[in-house]
Protein backbone atom coordinates (compact mmCIF):
# COMPACT_ATOMS: atom_id res chain seq x y z
CA UNK A 1 0.00 0.00 0.00
CA UNK A 2 0.71 3.84 -0.73
CA UNK A 3 0.85 4.74 2.81
CA UNK A 4 3.72 1.78 4.11
CA UNK A 5 6.24 2.40 1.15
CA UNK A 6 9.03 1.96 3.94
CA UNK A 7 7.85 -0.98 5.52
CA UNK A 8 7.61 -2.30 2.20
CA UNK A 9 10.80 -1.57 1.26
CA UNK A 10 11.91 -2.75 4.10
CA UNK A 11 10.56 -6.34 3.25
CA UNK A 12 11.84 -6.62 0.19
CA UNK A 13 15.14 -5.86 1.56
CA UNK A 14 15.78 -8.26 4.28
CA UNK A 15 14.73 -11.23 1.67
CA UNK A 16 17.47 -13.37 0.28
CA UNK A 17 18.83 -13.47 -3.15
CA UNK A 18 17.64 -11.16 -6.26
CA UNK A 19 14.31 -9.07 -6.15
CA UNK A 20 11.99 -7.06 -8.94
CA UNK A 21 10.70 -3.98 -7.02
CA UNK A 22 7.57 -2.31 -9.56
CA UNK A 23 7.30 1.79 -8.37
CA UNK A 24 4.34 3.21 -10.21
CA UNK A 25 4.74 6.72 -10.97
CA UNK A 26 2.20 9.63 -12.13
CA UNK A 27 2.95 9.67 -15.58
CA UNK A 28 2.40 13.59 -15.01
CA UNK A 29 5.25 13.37 -12.38
CA UNK A 30 7.61 14.74 -14.95
CA UNK A 31 10.47 12.38 -13.40
CA UNK A 32 13.77 12.61 -15.31
CA UNK A 33 16.14 10.39 -17.02
CA UNK A 34 13.97 8.03 -17.92
CA UNK A 35 14.46 5.12 -20.57
CA UNK A 36 10.74 4.42 -23.50
CA UNK A 37 8.97 1.65 -22.82
CA UNK A 38 10.22 -1.40 -24.94
CA UNK A 39 13.78 0.67 -25.07
CA UNK A 40 17.35 0.07 -24.61
CA UNK A 41 19.29 1.37 -21.41
CA UNK A 42 20.74 3.57 -24.16
CA UNK A 43 18.15 5.25 -25.10
CA UNK A 44 18.08 7.29 -21.95
CA UNK A 45 15.99 10.49 -22.08
CA UNK A 46 17.68 12.99 -19.73
CA UNK A 47 15.61 16.05 -19.43
CA UNK A 48 12.95 17.24 -20.99
CA UNK A 49 12.85 21.43 -20.92
CA UNK A 50 9.28 21.28 -22.35
CA UNK A 51 7.91 20.47 -19.35
CA UNK A 52 8.31 22.51 -16.16
CA UNK A 53 8.32 20.69 -12.45
CA UNK A 54 4.61 20.58 -10.98
CA UNK A 55 3.55 20.00 -7.74
CA UNK A 56 1.71 16.73 -7.01
CA UNK A 57 -0.13 16.11 -4.10
CA UNK A 58 -0.30 12.58 -4.17
CA UNK A 59 3.61 12.23 -4.47
CA UNK A 60 5.38 10.18 -1.81
CA UNK A 61 8.38 12.14 -0.59
CA UNK A 62 12.30 10.37 -1.75
Do not use: C
Not at 19 to 38: E, K, T
Not at 47 to 52: E, G, K, Y
Amino acid sequence: ARDDVEGGLAALLAQPGPALLHVAIDARANVWPLVPPNNANSTMLESNPAHQSQEFPNAIPA
